[in-house]
T-cell receptor
Framework: NAGVTQTPKFRVLKTGQSMTLLCAQDMNHEYMYWYRQDPGMGLRLIHYSVGEGTTAKGEVPDGYNVSRLKKQNFLLGLESAAPSQTSVYFC????????????FGPGTRLTVL | GQSLEQPSEVTAVEGAIVQINCTYQTSGFYGLSWYQQHDGGAPTFLSYNALDGLEETGRFSSFLSRSDSYGYLLLQELQMKDSASYFCAVSGSNYQLIWGAGTKLIIKP
């Protein structure tokens, strides 16, 4: 089992460019999450999904969109990147009722110039 | 609002015991989780407390007092590989975890 995978691992964007981060999990988890982590800080939830076809806003959703067309995939989109979106992005997944125990992907390091 | 407080940095000696504290203010509290994150790595789950008391998993233990809105992670027989950041996180009623800012554990030989 690969667990939770993320692509790409690194990316550099120019201000205004768009991109999509892909998260895939093979653990048959219902719940999936997108976080961002800035230096010296904890994780902040961007969006999450409790099942295929459903998404919801987290703590810091502005500037991001998500889609969960398949149970195993959760996509995070940046429509018009800004330098404030320079961060490390983590995807995670969990079973229903066990959001306390989340399994994380390796992260995507995004720099917006 | 919801918030968690934990020390930004703790230093200990290899082989010793260290305690990392976490206090929280939150609504709809279900439990307190602890995660470990090595530099450049992803968070990994360590433990979860839903009820008051101590949970032990090998060298690591976690404690919760719901009445005091307080918990801690106890690491025994410290090893150099335990050098990492440790995060407490609170689960509430809306499928989300709210995370503390993390405690960097520095271990000296």
């Amino acid at each position: 089992n690969a667990g939770v995978t993320q692509t790409p691992k690194f990316r550099v964007l120019k201000t205004g460019q768009s991109m999509t981060l892909l998260c895939a999990q093979d653990m048959n988890h219902e719940y999936m999450y997108w976080y961002r982590q800035d230096p010296g800080m904890g994780l902040r939830l961007i969006h999450y999904s409790v099942g295929e076809g459903t998404t919801a806003k987290g703590e810091v959703p502005d500037g991001y969109n998500v889609s969960r067309l398949k149970k195993q995939n959760f996509l995070l989109g940046l429509e018009s990147a800004a330098p404030s979106q320079t961060s490390v992005y983590f995807c995670a997944s969990s079973f229903p009722g066990t959001e306390n125990e989340q399994f994380f992907g390796p992260g995507t390091r995004l720099t917006v110039l | 609002g919801q918030s968690l407080e934990q020390p930004s940095e703790v230093t200990a000696v290899e082989g010793a015991i260290v305690q990392i504290n976490c206090t929280y203010q939150t609504s709809g509290f279900y439990g307190l989780s602890w995660y470990q994150q090595h530099d450049g790595g992803a968070p990994t789950f360590l433990s979860y407390n839903a009820l008051d008391g101590l949970e032990e998993t090998g060298r690591f233990s976690s404690f919760l007092s719901r009445s005091d809105s307080y918990g801690y992670l106890l690491l025994q027989e410290l090893q150099m590989k335990d050098s990492a950041s440790y995060f407490c996180a609170v689960s509430g009623s809306n499928y989300q975890l709210i995370w503390g800012a993390g405690t960097k554990l520095i271990i000296k030989p």
